[in-house]
């Protein structure tokens, strides 16, 4: 079936329509990885986001439920050059049109999906629908969508209902999920942690009641802006025991402590960007999903020592608190998508955990 992405500036991209055939209205994104599809559709920092694959041919090795990140695809809409109907792999469950269908997401191939990543790369991203009608006859109406278009409420929306508990015989580390990855979880299990997962809006003095030993604040999707009441827990949790975050959970922190984020042009998503660290003077290829940054000149009056820069455009990529046991990434370490990865930094907030424990057993 034929069916046409407009884009918010009026470019139009036809092609045809598989997986759930429905009118879809979303942020209109690319990401630059190759492999890993399933990952970017589960991922739930990519709520409320229509994404484009720069990758050719998608789907070639289907779908299997080993590799997912959350409990189905978090994606609006999908785009793809070409999509395989054939797939081959021995951990194939299914077809990526059969899985995208079972879960209401709508998909589009056939349209030339590298000119549409200039497009987004020279303007920047923007909002745009997907339709199967007629789009000239509808203009002004699928416009209006595209105008209306919020996604403020997307933390809330993919967020945990309740407090869950993952057993675990080393310190106890509180989670608040505000889209976390299953990836994420399985880190801290793979070291031994217990876990209890908060929602987003939970309360601090809640969290604190149950006596954990470290803050850890997930990946999500949109402004962190959007979100001042969990910017206000953050303030009391990050000084009462030792914090990591991850993605949104790092410009949260920065928020937090008084510093400023600002929108990317297109952002960076994918599992190919060069980060160095600065303290190991060592360049690691990262997996990366976010539209946001932490605005450099914010931060410099504040305790905060920059740790990671990315080396294609040089914001900020990480920083540490010089006084306090804070630390934050703005990509994902939980993922591998090159020869070194980035799991050091898991081991690195623990051994604070355990310092601080140490610590406070001494002292207590």
Same mark, same amino acid.
Request: a negative charge; charged letters at 25%; proline letters at 5%.
């Given at each position: 079936?034929?069916?046409?992405?407009?884009?918010?500036?009026?470019?139009?991209?036809?092609?045809?329509?598989?997986?759930?055939?429905?009118?879809?209205?979303?942020?209109?994104?690319?990401?630059?990885?190759?492999?890993?599809?399933?990952? &970017?559709?589960?991922?739930?920092?990519?709520?409320?986001?229509?994404?484009?694959?720069?990758?050719?041919?998608?789907?070639?090795?289907?779908?299997?439920?080993?590799?997912?990140? @959350?409990?189905?695809?978090?994606? @609006?809409?999908?785009?793809?050059?070409?999509?395989?109907?054939?797939?081959?792999? /021995?951990?194939?469950?299914?077809?990526?049109?059969?899985?995208?269908?079972?879960?209401?997401?709508?998909?589009?191939?056939?349209?030339?999906?590298?000119?549409?990543?200039?497009?987004?790369?020279?303007?920047?991203?923007?909002?745009? &629908?997907?339709?199967?009608?007629?789009?000239?006859?509808?203009?002004?109406?699928?416009?209006?969508?595209?105008?209306? /278009?919020?996604?403020?409420?997307?933390?809330?929306? &993919?967020?945990?209902?309740?407090?869950?508990?993952?057993?675990?015989?080393?310190?106890?580390?509180?989670?608040?999920?505000?889209?976390?990855?299953?990836?994420?979880?399985?880190?801290?299990?793979?070291?031994?942690?217990?876990?209890?997962?908060?929602?987003?809006?939970?309360?601090?003095?809640?969290?604190?009641?149950?006596?954990? !030993?470290?803050?850890?604040?997930?990946?999500?999707?949109? !402004?962190?802006?959007?979100?001042?009441?969990?910017?206000?827990?953050?303030?009391?949790?990050?000084?009462?025991?030792?914090?990591?975050?991850?993605?949104?959970?790092?410009?949260?922190?920065?928020?937090?402590?008084?510093?400023?984020?600002?929108?990317?042009?297109?952002?960076?998503?994918?599992?190919?960007?060069?980060?160095?660290?600065?303290?190991?003077?060592?360049?690691?290829?990262?997996?990366?999903?976010?539209?946001?940054?932490?605005?450099?000149? @914010?931060?410099?009056?504040?305790?905060?020592?920059?740790?990671?820069?990315?080396?294609?455009?040089?914001?900020?990529?990480?920083?540490?608190?010089?006084?306090?046991?804070?630390?934050?990434?703005?990509?994902?370490?939980?993922? @591998?998508?090159?020869?070194?990865?980035?799991?050091?930094?898991?081991?690195?907030?623990?051994?604070?955990?355990?310092?601080?424990?140490?610590?406070?057993?001494?002292?207590?």
């Amino acid at each position: 079936m034929k069916a046409t992405l407009l884009l918010e500036n009026g470019m139009c991209f036809t092609g045809k329509a598989f997986g759930e055939i429905k009118e879809t209205v979303g942020e209109v994104v690319f990401n630059t990885g190759m492999t890993g599809y399933q990952e &970017v559709l589960t991922d739930p920092s990519y709520y409320g986001q229509i994404v484009t694959m720069t990758y050719p041919l998608i789907g070639n090795y289907g779908v299997n439920l080993d590799d997912i990140e @959350s409990n189905g695809p978090k994606v @609006s809409a999908f785009i793809v050059r070409e999509r395989s109907q054939a797939p081959h792999n /021995f951990r194939c469950e299914m077809e990526l049109e059969t899985y995208l269908k079972k879960h209401g997401i709508m998909g589009l191939e056939g349209i030339d999906t590298r000119a549409l990543t200039k497009v987004l790369r020279n303007k920047g991203t923007m909002c745009g &629908v997907l339709t199967v009608g007629e789009v000239r006859e509808q203009e002004d109406d699928l416009m209006y969508k595209i105008k209306r /278009f919020d996604n403020s409420e997307a933390v809330k929306n &993919v967020t945990t209902d309740q407090p869950h508990v993952i057993e675990g015989n080393g310190p106890h580390i509180a989670v608040l999920d505000f889209g976390i990855k299953q990836n994420i979880l399985r880190s801290f299990q793979k070291r031994g942690c217990k876990l209890t997962v908060f929602p987003a809006l939970s309360d601090s003095q809640m969290i604190l009641n149950h006596k954990p !030993d470290g803050i850890f604040l997930s990946n999500g999707p949109g !402004d962190p802006k959007d979100v001042p009441q969990i910017i206000e827990n953050i303030k009391t949790l990050i000084f009462e025991k030792p914090t990591f975050g991850i993605c949104l959970g790092h410009q949260l922190i920065c928020l937090a402590m008084g510093g400023d984020t600002e929108r990317l042009k297109f952002g960076h998503r994918g599992c190919n960007h060069p980060v160095k660290d600065l303290r190991q003077d060592r360049v690691y290829i990262t997996s990366q999903n976010h539209g946001y940054v932490v605005q450099e000149e @914010s931060i410099k009056d504040l305790p905060l020592e920059v740790t990671h820069i990315n080396l294609n455009d040089g914001t900020i990529e990480g920083f540490v608190h010089k006084e306090a046991s804070i630390m934050s990434v703005q990509y994902h370490p939980e993922a @591998s998508p090159g020869p070194q990865e980035s799991g050091y930094l898991f081991d690195e907030f623990i051994s604070k955990v355990k310092g601080e424990m140490v610590c406070q057993k001494i002292h207590g």
